[in-house]
């Protein structure tokens, strides 16, 4: 569950807007630690509208197409990761930042998609002398 509701983001946001407080009185006044958070639920707001307070239920899939021109396009132009991820519809500007850096260390074979979980390590004699001890103990 998250930690902070939809309805309780957009209360203290309108807070915000109304002219209520600044960051750190609201912060204080709703009980937020940090005065990132309401920053960061403002910019969402008047970037995305209501949108941008839910929390994300899915993960962005991007082909790997999609991200190469990303990354070429920031790299090219004079755009903040920010700016980027507002024009291409990227909810997380992190994402891209990590994809540069993921290119620029490993060229473009780093975007490709990979596998997901642990990589196999046992083979099968080792497999059967596990289950063996296991049946005796």
Not at 103 to 123: E, N, Q, S, V, Y
């Amino acid at each position: 569950m998250a930690k902070y509701s939809f309805e309780f983001k957009k209360k203290v946001v309108l807070a915000y807007l109304n002219g209520e407080g600044g960051y750190p009185y609201l912060s204080k006044v709703y009980g937020i630690p940090a005065t990132s958070n309401i920053e960061q639920w403002v910019h969402n707001y008047q970037t995305f509208g209501d949108e941008g307070l839910l929390r994300s239920r899915k993960n962005g899939i991007y082909s790997f197409e999609k991200k190469l021109s990303i990354v070429e396009l920031y790299l090219s132009s004079e755009i903040s990761y920010q700016d980027l991820a507002l024009q291409e519809g990227i909810s997380n500007p992190c994402m891209i930042a990590n994809w540069v850096n993921r290119f620029r260390t490993a060229g473009p074979d780093a975007l490709r998609p990979r596998k997901k979980g642990r990589k196999k390590t046992l083979d099968k004699s080792k497999k059967n002398i596990i289950s063996h001890t296991k049946m005796k103990l």
